[in-house]
């Protein structure tokens, strides 16, 4: 019984997390996510309306962007390195079920996303999945398996299209009051 008042009360903090994220001001909002044990690093910004799954078990890095409407099923744990962009209405789960269990048990792993990496919109990245430094996922990809560095992938599920042949020079930042 005690576990299960200390799961409920886990549910609570998530929930409370998700409802009071998008009235906090956005210079405030990576002191706030902090104090959830959420680490982010400096000129980098996760926009309203966003999902957490969980406290903690979510690190990103400098100069990077999680755009709006995006969910960050940090269960599992997330990772997002320096100069990376997440567009909008992107879903990144660490957590599923085993479909082959008698008992629909849960399974998972962590998700990491490298260095340089951009991510279209509505994408769809699966647990344990890594996304190598320099990577781009196009616009409603379903992403299975890992992302070699400085690939070009799309589709459902996502194949690597080409390189990148362009060399990275620019950094993230969007740290406006209000962005969309």
């Known amino acids: 019984m005690f576990q299960s ?11 409370i997390l998700n409802v009071t994220y998008n009235i906090i001001p956005n210079p405030l909002r990576n002191f706030y996510l902090r104090c959830f044990g959420i680490e982010i690093g400096s000129a980098s910004s996760i926009h309203r309306c966003c999902k957490f799954f969980h406290v903690g078990k979510l690190v990103i890095g400098k100069n990077s962007v999680v755009n709006f409407g995006c969910y960050l099923d940090n269960r599992r744990g997330i990772s997002i390195g320096n100069n990376v962009g997440v567009a909008h209405n992107t879903k990144i789960y660490t957590l599923g079920h085993n479909l082959d269990s008698p008992q629909f048990e849960t399974k998972g792993a962590p998700v990491i996303i490298e260095d340089d990496v951009f991510i279209f919109s509505n994408v769809m990245i699966m647990p344990g999945v890594t996304i190598g430094q320099g990577a781009i996922v196009l616009p409603g990809s379903v992403v299975t398996k890992d992302v070699p560095s400085r690939k070009i992938v799309g589709g459902n599920p996502a194949r690597i299209i080409r390189n990148r042949i362009a060399e990275i020079d620019y950094k993230q930042s969007y740290n406006y009051l209000f962005a969309l």
Do not use: A, D, P
């Not at 008042?5 to 929930?15: D, H």
């Open 5 to 15: 008042i200390l799961l409920q009360g886990k549910f609570i903090l998530v929930e």
